[in-house]
């Protein structure tokens, strides 16, 4: 139960909630988790959430060198994420455990 979305959609970990128990790291389909052994606490990306919150890209999204990683919403049309979406082929991972499902909203986690 520590795991929870925010209004617009990100996925953060409430540190003070967290008991732990390293089921998440486990669970998670994408092997983003990890646990955190001086806080004893499990944690995640939180994709700069202080950054877009303010309008401002994850600093991963901001310093990548070549502009790899692309950040947005895609629920909003004119978003670079939504036009890549549009334009070109991609995949997720592990689409049997059903994650193709979380990039389009239609499964909500925590």
């Not at 060198?65 to 939504?82: K, L, Q, Y």
């Amino acid at each position: 139960g520590a795991t929870y979305r925010t209004k617009d959609g990100v996925v953060l970990v409430d540190h003070e909630y967290c008991i732990g128990c390293r089921y998440c790291v486990q669970a998670c389909p994408y092997g983003a988790r990890l646990f955190n052994e001086e806080e004893g606490v499990s944690d995640k990306c939180n994709w700069c959430y202080h950054r877009v919150t303010k309008g401002l890209p994850p600093v991963c999204v901001e310093v990548c060198p070549v502009g790899a990683r692309m950040f947005g919403d895609i629920s909003d049309r004119n978003s670079v994420v939504s036009k890549i979406l549009k334009q070109s082929a991609f995949g997720v991972l592990k689409p049997e455990l059903g994650t193709e499902m979380l990039l389009f909203g239609k499964r909500k986690w925590g």
